[in-house]
């Protein structure tokens, strides 16, 4: 039996930061409702002309060089993202020609905030069936290319940023299980046009915040539920809890019905804001690199967002 295990982690934040303090000089708004309704203090905005691409090339070599592996080495690129450079070429391919693994599959999915969910699942069924040996999971964004700025319900949250996965074959599972999951029926509750639908607001991101926050939640916890059940586990057996950073009482309320306390749970979200695909794998990244999280921790990593999409992986790091 082969099986998948993440050999490194990388991530990347675009320089300019901008502040709750620097949104209320934008928008009707002000950092104490910031702060209390999402958590988010400030959230990285990427440069003038600086891409999705960009950013993700930045998160996959600072990957590639903490697994000790050249670009050359990886022979897969699965590329979350909702924000690509391009309507195609997809930011895989894009990113491989930079990378110069030229002839590599590359792909990208486009399930929002679980892009990367899903980006990591796939990769992993590719290296458990023998079909790669080095295999990119990616989630990169640069919502703040579809944020209406002027728009307050929105503006506060997204942001940008990117990060990365290597996988490689293992002899014990690293990956534990994934599953993904659906759902079209809510697609009008969260979603950003500029596709071939022109009845739709052209790009800016549309959003029922309060329908999707009680629906994150419930389902959330149900995803935590079938990860650990499938896993014969209880909470308590988790290191760590890795959730999609979209808003600080979403992460809390999940905490608290897993009666898993929040020194066992890595928040980024004050700092970095929603990155959509982007928020899972630099959320891991920052535990690895910060050395809350070690060698052999049991993780549980999900996401949720528009479609709805949604996702768990459990994983022996
Ligand atoms: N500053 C000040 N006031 C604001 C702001 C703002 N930035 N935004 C909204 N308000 C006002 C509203 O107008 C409203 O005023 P009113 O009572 O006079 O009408 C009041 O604040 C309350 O608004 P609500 O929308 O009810 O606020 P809520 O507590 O629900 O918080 C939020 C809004 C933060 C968006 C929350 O609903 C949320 O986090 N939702 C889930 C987001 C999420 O998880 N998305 C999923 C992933 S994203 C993805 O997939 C791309």
Same mark, same amino acid.
Request: aromatic residues 4%; charged residues 25%.
């Given at each position: 039996m082969r099986y998948s295990r993440i050999a490194a982690t990388g991530s990347y934040l675009p320089a300019k930061v901008l502040t709750n303090f620097d949104l209320e000089k934008m928008l @009707?708004? @002000?950092?104490?409702?910031? /702060?209390?309704?999402?958590?988010?203090? /400030?959230?990285?905005?990427?440069?003038?002309?600086?891409?999705?691409?960009?950013?993700?090339?930045?998160?996959?070599?600072?990957?590639?060089?903490?697994?000790?592996?050249?670009?050359?080495?990886?022979?897969?690129?699965?590329?979350?993202?909702? %924000?690509?450079d391009l309507l195609f070429p997809n930011c895989g391919v894009l990113l491989q020609a930079r990378l110069g693994c030229r002839g590599v599959p590359a792909f990208s999915v486009e399930t929002a905030c679980s892009g990367f969910m899903y980006a990591l699942s796939i990769a992993d069924k590719f290296v458990r069936a023998g079909e790669a040996k080095r295999a990119l999971a990616i989630g990169a964004e640069t919502l703040s290319r579809i944020t209406d700025w002027t728009d307050r319900s929105t503006a506060v949250l997204f942001a940008d940023g990117a990060g990365a996965v290597l996988l490689e074959p293992a002899e014990a599972p690293g990956i534990l299980s994934t599953h993904l999951?659906?759902?079209?029926? $809510? @697609?009008?509750?969260? $979603?950003?046009?500029?596709?071939?639908?022109?009845?739709?607001?052209?790009?800016a991101i549309t959003m029922t915040g309060n329908d999707v926050f009680k629906i994150a939640v419930n389902t959330l916890c149900k995803s935590i539920e079938e990860a650990l059940v499938a896993n014969g586990l209880q909470a308590t057996a988790l290191d760590w809890l890795v959730p999609h950073q979209a808003n600080l009482r979403i992460i809390q309320a999940?905490? /608290?019905?897993?009666?898993?306390?929040?020194?066992?749970?890595?928040?980024?979200?004050?700092?970095?804001?929603? %990155?959509?695909?982007?928020?899972?794998?630099?959320?891991?990244?920052?535990?690895?690199?910060?050395?809350?999280?070690? /060698?052999?921790?049991?993780?549980?990593?999900?996401?949720?967002?528009?479609g709805f999409t949604w996702g768990s992986a459990l994983i022996r790091y």
């Open positions: @009707s708004t @002000s950092d104490e409702w910031i /702060r209390e309704r999402t958590g988010i203090e /400030r959230r990285h905005i990427a440069a003038d002309g600086q891409t999705t691409v960009d950013l993700a090339e930045h998160a996959v070599r600072a990957a590639l060089d903490a697994a000790g592996c050249k670009p050359e080495d990886v022979d897969l690129i699965v590329f979350g993202t909702t %924000t690509p999951h659906a759902d079209g029926a $809510y @697609s009008n509750l969260l $979603y950003s046009g500029g596709g071939t639908d022109l009845s739709k607001p052209r790009r999940t905490a /608290r019905r897993l009666d898993l306390p929040m020194e066992r749970v890595i928040t980024t979200v004050q700092d970095h804001g929603n %990155t959509s695909a982007a928020s899972v794998p630099l959320a891991l990244d920052v535990g690895v690199r910060s050395g809350k999280i070690r /060698r052999g921790d049991l993780i549980l990593l999900e996401a949720f967002g528009g």
